[in-house]
Every structure is written in structure tokens, then in C-alpha cells.
């Protein structure tokens, strides 16, 4: 059913988040859009900002 997918999906988005957040040591919010039908979800992360030390630049 569609209440227990958008469950899930919270689930998911908060496994994300903090996976993100212990690699990058840095809060970062994340929002999700489902569409009606429930078939399809946009994940947006906002405001990843790695510390300097964590930026590595492939030359």
C-alpha cells in the first residue's frame, strides 16, 4: 500500500542522511518528493559542505 511505501521511504531517506553525515562529518538535509501514483520519488540532498581536509582534487 502507499502509506506503507512512504514508510519505507522515510526509512530510507534517514539510513542515507546519516551515512552521508558520518561521511562527510556535516549535517545535511535531505527532502523527498513522492508523486501521486507513489511509483516514483525524488531524493534532493541539500547543503553537502565537506570540510577541506575531506576534498580531494583529481587533477
Known sequence: TNRSVKR?????????????????HHQILVQHHTFENGNRIIIEIIDVQCPPNLIMLKS
Open 8 to 24: 519505507d521511504v522515510d526509512v530510507l531517506i534517514c539510513v542515507i542522511k546519516s551515512k552521508l553525515e558520518k561521511k562527510f
